[in-house]
């Protein structure tokens, strides 16, 4: 699976910036191609996307989360992905976003699209979405701080 990994630097504090993202129903505000995410449960998102010109849904299942630190996730059925994203503090004000994701491309557009990078740049496209829109508002919309243990692997 190909890796794509972009970070950003926000000017919010961590844990505004953190905030938000757990508000994973106002994704497609931000995120390119995003029509839909409906959050099932503290663990599972159900996702709908236009992906290379084809509807995608899928169902995702947050397998960590620490407030202020990380999300991560995998896909459940359908599109086949997994990621983290982790939040570092700069300072009081300023926070830096990485992001981490694995993906499988699905037919020839999905793969010639990643071999030429517009994975890339659509991710790095929404952080820059999500950096404006946190920094334009100051302050989140919601919040979850629960905590999500990492799966355990025997």
Do not use: C
Request: proline residues 3%; glycine residues 8%; charged residues 35%.
């Amino acid at each position: 699976m190909p890796t794509i990994e972009q970070s950003i630097e926000v000017q919010v504090p961590v844990r505004t910036a953190y905030d938000q993202w757990t508000q994973f129903e106002q994704f497609p505000q931000f995120m390119e191609g995003i029509e839909e995410v409906r959050q099932l449960d503290d663990q599972r998102l159900l996702w709908v996307a236009e992906i290379a010109g084809k509807r995608h849904e899928w169902e995702a299942k947050i397998t960590e989360q620490h407030p202020d630190e990380r999300v991560a996730w995998k896909s459940e059925d359908g599109k086949t992905n997994a990621g983290v994203v982790t939040f570092h503090r700069v300072d009081d004000g300023r926070t830096r976003i990485m992001v981490q994701m694995d993906w499988e491309p699905e037919g020839i557009a999905e793969k010639v699209g990643g071999a030429l990078g517009f994975d890339d740049r659509r991710l790095k496209g929404d952080l820059e979405r999500f950096r404006d829109m946190i920094e334009s508002r100051g302050e989140e919309t919601g919040a979850w701080r629960g905590e999500v243990e990492q799966d355990k692997v025997s």
